[in-house]
């Protein structure tokens, strides 16, 4: 097991090698100069170069690649073009939220999805399995915007319970903390809700028709411990499984949740500096949500083994 | 039955109800806190804290807040002084003497001292327009003892209290020598002012919120305040910047009291906030925005006064207006070259827009100059509406006009960057581009970039004419309003002939407060905080 994770952290590096020479080349081969933002809109062509020539975009592609990649092996992440603070401060600063929203979103749909999904499949046909199936459809078909609006709309405009928008830090407590992230992850989570619960209904409804459970319908096991029991925990691996291919869908929402109800994460340092082309800021969130994605890849395939004993590394 | 004694049960009363009291005081003291403090949203995000370096007015709204300007303009557009004490000129105004008034102090406690203010003044006027100007005018700025500093010119200039005290930016901030010493070309990484607020970067953080505290120890002029000008009283104990990108939850938060000003709610949103008896709506800024349609002289067809003529005949201000105001009570057209409401607005050689747009003219001029279809390459911001409508607009209408045009989407950082190449349209440059510009600085022949008809060494577009610059030169040495308003004319006349550029209108931007924020000061390019009262 501790070679197969060893092995696994080690073929991360040819991944991570190539999402920092995508997102180099992107950024800087893509139309956009931070300099030119930087300098306004009464800056003369003479004091825009003299501002690239200050940040070192005047040098060659492959040196500043190089000089990136030195600072990355360091483990520095470069300082932002505007802000001159180092990236690795400004996405501590913004790390609580964006965890937060994640966290709370991954909750509250896991939670709500696979017991839709449990519920849906032990009554397959019936009008619940198909109101099941209709609040997926409507997850999926409705963006995180929307729904956003239509929250704050409801539950702050019009009913006054909770916050339009902002974030309270965990510090300041648990309740104010929470208020504000009810909302975020209610719109966040219903496209998440939508696939997990449909996989969970798919899957369930696979082992529901297994010989094994009938064979313990019949030796008069309870229905519950039926599904929950034996069930639910053989349809696990799939169910994981999507979910942790959900957290790339969960990046993406992040950002435009952050942006609808205004919480200062990391999605939105990240779209402020795409905008402005902050390129050490843009290069250093993706080289960490890249990291992200494969540590939770790597997690999920470590958690088969405590689902399925047959699953050996 | 143990008893309690009545002393005993007298003391446990009132501690009791000191216990229960307490949350409610502390409430009380909360809402105290929040009473004066203010929260604000505005257009965008502070993009730095140097307001030199860059001409975002964001940064300039900081600006505003931690520093000080020599002078400010009052309601009037009269330049007023503002650090300085006393000033003066000798009989051929060529020597400017200049003294700071006593008590000026920064924020680190230390006195504002002549030492400062030259490099502030000469790092400043290396990134704004109008301190070039006026610096090809300057034999030497010099301190002559701790408050005291002069301004020797080459000749005689008439705009140096007008450059100093404009509000559009850069603005001319006064800092500490250490920073006002740094290279132009490289930002200040300290915040350190001499303004009525400090920047409070315990609780500051850079992309989300901004928090100025009330500076203690400002001294404010005895003047009424007006403008920018006169005694910056604060009368809030805190102002944050809230950076909040998207209006329609900027307005939602609004309207929960969740923030107490909102600078540029969408004109879809009007309706719902003028409806609303908590909110109030308050032109700050009266001169607002002027489109600006720029048209590059380097290449064809624009290289020819008839196709950039044609460009004139093909606009009509209205309809851009419309596509993205609506019917607005707030957008207007803008047929003077200098923005209407501005005192060097006028009605010289306007038939171009008296006579309405005219696409017939437009075919004509096309076939005077032997166009041949060469292919118009318009930029189109996608992510800025205003632009992106009226770039649409602007495609429609030289197409109706006898152009060939290709409109290029992207956006405004793409914009920003291919502006500035002076290659042909097929090699990476560009024919068209929109944009906008502050009205204050449209009305004023020097103060806009874009009013330079300088060839390469000008704004993006490189207009070229000699009389143009000759008429802005004798418009900056002019003595009296009439004698300039006078040369304004013939500016106009000229440029409505050669057409540097041609305007999709103009607009103004109710800002929306709640109810009881008061006494907001209207001023053009910068929101001062000072004066406001909340409650």
């Not at chain 2, 924020?107 to 400043?124: F, K, L, N």
């Not at chain 2, 005291?148 to 140096?160: A, D, H, M, P, S």
């Not at chain 2, 118009?376 to 060939?404: D, K, W």
Request: net charge positive; charged share 20%; proline share 6%.
């Amino acid at each position: 097991m501790l070679a197969y994770i060893v092995r696994r952290i080690f073929l991360t590096l040819p991944v991570m090698i190539l999402v920092a020479v995508i997102v180099f080349l992107l950024l800087h081969l893509s139309p956009g100069d931070p300099a030119a933002i930087m300098a306004g809109d009464n800056a003369t062509a003479d004091q825009i170069a003299a501002i690239r020539a200050k940040l070192g975009f005047d040098e060659p592609l492959w040196k500043q690649f190089a000089l990136w990649c030195w600072s990355l092996v360091r483990g520095d992440l470069g300082n932002s073009l505007f802000w001159g603070d180092p990236v690795l401060v400004l996405i501590g600063q913004r790390a609580e939220p964006t965890i937060s929203l994640a966290l709370t979103t991954i909750a509250f749909a896991v939670t709500v999805a696979v017991t839709l999904g449990v519920v849906a499949a032990a009554n397959p046909g019936t009008w619940i399995d198909r109101g099941v199936m209709g609040f997926a459809v409507l997850g999926f078909s409705l963006p995180v915007f929307v729904v956003g609006y239509m929250l704050i709309f409801l539950f702050a405009i019009d009913l006054k319970w909770l916050p339009v928008q902002g974030y309270t830090r965990l510090s300041e407590g648990v309740g104010p903390w929470l208020r504000n992230l009810v909302l975020p992850s209610l719109a966040l989570g219903m496209a998440y809700v939508a696939l997990i619960a449909r996989i969970t209904r798919t899957t369930m409804l696979e082992v529901l028709s297994e010989d094994y459970i009938r064979t313990g319908k019949a030796k008069g096991v309870a229905a519950r411990p039926l599904l929950l029991r034996h069930a639910l925990k053989n349809a696990a691996v799939p169910i994981v499984t999507v979910i942790g291919i959900g957290v790339a869908l969960l990046i993406g929402g992040v950002v435009i949740t952050e942006t609808v109800f205004n919480i200062p994460g990391i999605g939105r340092l990240v779209v402020d500096a795409i905008a402005r082309r902050d390129y050490p800021i843009v290069q250093g969130v993706i080289m960490i949500f890249a990291g992200i994605y494969v540590l939770v890849n790597l997690l999920v395939d470590l958690s088969y083994t405590l689902f399925d004993p047959r699953i050996r590394y | 039955m143990a008893k309690i004694a009545r002393r005993t049960l007298l003391k446990s009363s009132a501690a009791a109800a000191a216990l229960a009291g307490a949350p409610s005081l502390a409430r009380a003291q909360a809402h105290s806190s929040a009473a004066r403090s203010i929260r604000a949203v505005f257009h965008g995000d502070v993009p730095t804290y140097d307001p030199i370096w860059t001409t975002a007015n964001m940064a300039a709204y900081h600006g505003g807040m931690v520093y000080d300007t020599l002078f400010g303009i009052d309601d009037k557009g009269e330049a007023k002084p503002q650090m300085v004490n006393r000033y003066g000129y000798d009989a051929g105004n060529m020597t400017w003497t200049f003294e700071l008034r006593p008590g000026l102090k920064w924020h680190d406690g230390t006195d504002v001292t002549s030492a400062d203010i030259v490099p502030s003044i000469r790092r400043w006027a290396a990134r704004d327009g109008g301190g070039q100007h006026m610096m090809e005018r300057v034999r030497g700025i010099e301190a002559k003892d701790e408050k005291t500093f002069t301004i020797q010119l080459k000749e005689r200039y008439g705009l140096v209290l007008d450059v100093l005290s404009k509000t559009s930016t850069p603005v001319c901030f006064m800092m500490r020598k250490r920073e006002a010493e740094t290279d132009p070309m490289q930002k200040i990484e300290t915040v350190v002012g001499s303004g009525p607020f400090t920047l409070n970067l315990t609780e500051t953080r850079p992309g989300t919120q901004y928090v100025y505290d009330r500076n203690p120890n400002y001294v404010p002029r005895a003047e009424a305040p007006s403008g920018i000008s006169g005694g910056k009283v604060v009368k809030v104990d805190r102002v944050t910047f809230v950076n909040m990108p998207d209006g329609q939850t900027a307005v939602a938060a609004l309207q929960a009291g969740e923030i107490d000003f909102y600078e540029i709610p969408q004109p879809d949103f009007m309706p719902q906030l003028e409806s609303d008896r908590n909110i109030r709506i308050q032109v700050l800024n009266q001169l607002g925005q002027v489109g600006l349609i720029r048209p590059n002289f380097l290449h064809p067809p624009f290289d020819n006064v008839k196709a950039r003529q044609a460009l004139l005949h093909c606009v009509k201000q209205s309809d851009h207006m419309r596509a993205t105001f609506g019917t607005s009570q707030y957008a207007k057209d803008s047929p003077s070259y200098f923005a209407m409401g501005t005192p060097m607005s006028n009605d010289a050689n306007t038939g171009w827009y008296t006579g309405g747009q005219n696409f017939a003219r437009s075919r004509a001029l096309l076939a005077e100059m032997g166009y041949r279809g060469e292919e118009v390459l318009l930029m189109q911001a996608t992510n800025i509406p205003y632009m992106s409508n009226s770039a649409q607009l602007l495609a429609q209408e030289l197409r109706q006009g006898g152009f060939n045009v290709r409109l290029v989407a992207m956006d405004w950082s793409n914009v920003v960057q291919r502006r500035s190449v002076k290659a042909p349209p097929a090699q990476g440059g560009w024919n068209l581009f929109i944009t906008s510009a502050g009205g204050t600085a449209v009305g004023h022949p020097i103060l806009l970039a874009a009013h330079a008809a300088t060839g390469d060494r000008g704004w993006f577009g490189w207009p070229q004419d000699e009389k143009h610059e000759q008429l802005r030169a004798q418009w900056a040495v002019g003595e009296t309003l009439a004698e300039r308003q006078r040369i304004a004319r013939e500016i106009q006349t000229n440029a409505w002939n050669f057409v540097p550029q041609v305007y999709y209108g103009q607009w103004i931007q109710p800002a929306a407060m709640r109810s009881n924020i008061r006494n907001m000061l209207p001023v053009a390019e910068i929101i001062p905080w000072w004066n406001v009262e909340k409650g």
